[in-house]
T-cell receptor, first 113, second 114 residues
Framework: AQSVTQLGSHVSVSEGALVLLRCNYS??????LFWYVQYPNQGLQLLLK??????LVKGINGFEAEFKKSETSFHLTKPSAHMSDAAEYFC???????????FGTGTQLKVEL | DTAVSQTPKYLVTQMGNDKSIKCEQN?????MYWYKQDSKKFLKIMFS???????INETVPNRFSPKSPDKAHLNLHINSLELGDSAVYFC?????????????FGPGTRLTVL
């Protein structure tokens, strides 16, 4: 079964610092991987996705993620955190047959002055 | 224009009642979904419809019944509500339901069962 594991349920960074949110996947076949962001009291919004094209994927708001098959990872990074990045971030893997998304447990990002 | 909308945004009700949540998308997508997000923010898919046909039906109590009158609408009816049904319910849609599709989420409906 395909699944994702997000290490660290809470991450705190200073404004301007590097953001690194970790996601590891478990899959018997090459997966399709997604990062979604959820701002307080809102629905989820796609940040970026890996669909077997380029391994370095660029998304919205300056975020990017690199698919590393050898490490079964798809970590999300942003060079410089902004206060507006404070939100819950979810990694997800897609399984065929109806595009079933299986989400990780989420990482809450806090950005401090 | 709201892409995926849900009504109501908040729903407070007593145990044992029956309630419905409505979802509409104006993106022209073929596939719609219902997700449940619990108090720990864990998200789990409940149902998926493609062109009004049920595609995914996870292990959900049969008190939950989705209905898709057309491909732009997917409603969720819940019978005999229980305390454990309290959660935020998200509707989503995607173009075709393929594995690489982006899913577009509604704002959520916060259900509180007293």
């Amino acid at each position: 079964a395909q699944s994702v594991t997000q290490l660290g349920s809470h991450v705190s960074v200073s404004e301007g610092a590097l953001v690194l949110l970790r996601c590891n996947y478990s899959s018997s076949v090459p997966p399709y991987l997604f990062w979604y962001v959820q701002y307080p009291n809102q629905g989820l919004q796609l940040l970026l996705k890996y669909t077997s094209a380029a391994t370095l994927v660029k998304g919205i708001n300056g975020f990017e993620a690199e698919f590393k098959k050898s490490e079964t990872s798809f970590h999300l990074t942003k060079p410089s955190a902004h206060m507006s990045d404070a939100a819950e971030y979810f990694c997800a893997v897609s399984k065929g047959g109806g595009n079933k998304l299986t989400f990780g447990t989420g990482t809450q990002l806090k950005v401090e002055l | 224009d709201t892409a995926v909308s849900q009504t109501p945004k908040y729903l407070v009700t007593q145990m044992g009642n029956d309630k419905s949540i409505k979802c509409e998308q104006n993106l022209g997508h073929d596939t719609m979904y219902w997700y449940k997000q619990d108090s720990k923010k864990f998200l789990k898919i409940m149902f998926s419809y493609n062109n009004k046909e049920l595609i995914i039906n996870e292990t959900v109590p049969n008190r939950f019944s989705p209905k898709s009158p057309d491909k732009a609408h997917l409603n969720l009816h819940i019978n005999s509500l229980e305390l454990g049904d309290s959660a935020v319910y998200f509707c989503a849609s995607s173009p075709q339901g393929s594995s690489t599709d982006t899913q577009y989420f509604g704002p959520g409906t916060r259900l509180t069962v007293l």
